[in-house]
């Protein structure tokens, strides 16, 4: 494979493999070492994970690895208010994926609480995280062609609010007019400070898109990947 040429701000470290299921298993392998390595200095560790289709060798791989999953914490960057039934739920993606195996022992942490809109279970929320260490210790995101990562959406109203640093929530309700469903999605201030921070992608389009954010990387609310775009960042990509 001829490696894809990006100009990516210093000190991201970038991992292209010849297929998804190669570079799932190197995030993978990567992801389990250091959550161990979490688990040898900390009592409990924790993982943020993103949904939609690029994850799942993903998370099955992870599923498969030996690390003390009893102690370590789950929970999804984002999700969309559908219930837990629906295809597009990224919490069943995670149960019927991630929460597999030996990580079938893990805690998942729900981010969607019961309400019928996200504003109203926002509360609920909260409280299902008021246990989380900060920083998180591992982050997964995604990201889509708009430039949206977890659901910080161009084109959601609450947009400035979810990637204001100073908003010490960490869960914001999202409304982008361009989705379907509404959403709830951790807040940028939350997730800027896991102490690793990987971007899964898939497809010549998400490097197409990644070329773009990286073109003009001071406007984030055009495209909030942007903000993730910093040294310490890890790269997987696969055609
Ligand atoms: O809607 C979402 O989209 C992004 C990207 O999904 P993909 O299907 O292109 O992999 C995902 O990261 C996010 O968690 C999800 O809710």
């Excluded at 292209?16 to 799932?24: G, I, K, L, M, R």
């Excluded at 498969?64 to 629906?86: F, I, M, N, S, Y």
């Excluded at 260490?133 to 889509?144: E, H």
């Excluded at 997730?191 to 070329?211: P, Q, S, V």
């Amino acid at each position: 494979m001829k490696t894809p040429e990006l100009d990516l701000p210093s000190g991201i470290e970038t991992h292209f493999s010849e297929t998804p299921q190669e570079a799932a298993q190197q995030l993978a392998d990567t992801v389990a070492e250091f959550l161990r390595g979490r688990l040898h200095s900390a009592e409990r560790a924790s993982l943020a994970v993103s949904g939609g289709s690029t994850p799942l060798p993903f998370f099955q791989a992870l599923s498969r690895k030996t690390l003390d999953w009893g102690r370590v914490d789950v929970l999804l960057v984002d999700e969309r208010w559908v219930d837990e039934t629906h295809e597009d739920s990224n919490t069943k993606l995670v149960k019927e994926n991630l929460l597999q195996s030996n990580a079938a022992v893990a805690q998942f942490l729900s981010i969607k609480q019961s309400g019928s809109t996200p504003e109203e279970s926002l509360g609920a929320a909260e409280t299902e995280l008021t246990n989380l260490m900060r920083p998180l210790d591992v982050l997964v995101l995604g990201m889509g062609n708009d430039g949206h990562t977890a659901s910080l959406f161009p084109d959601a109203p609450e947009l400035s609010h979810a990637m204001n640093v100073k908003n010490r929530d960490a869960l914001a309700a999202m409304t982008p007019p361009s989705q379907t469903h509404e959403r709830i999605t951790l807040t940028y201030a939350l997730m800027r400070e896991a102490r690793f921070i990987a971007l899964h992608l898939k497809g010549n389009d998400k490097l197409e898109t990644l070329k773009r954010a990286c073109s003009r990387p001071n406007d984030v609310l055009e495209m909030p990947v942007r903000g993730f775009l910093k040294s310490g960042l890890r790269v997987y990509w696969s055609p």
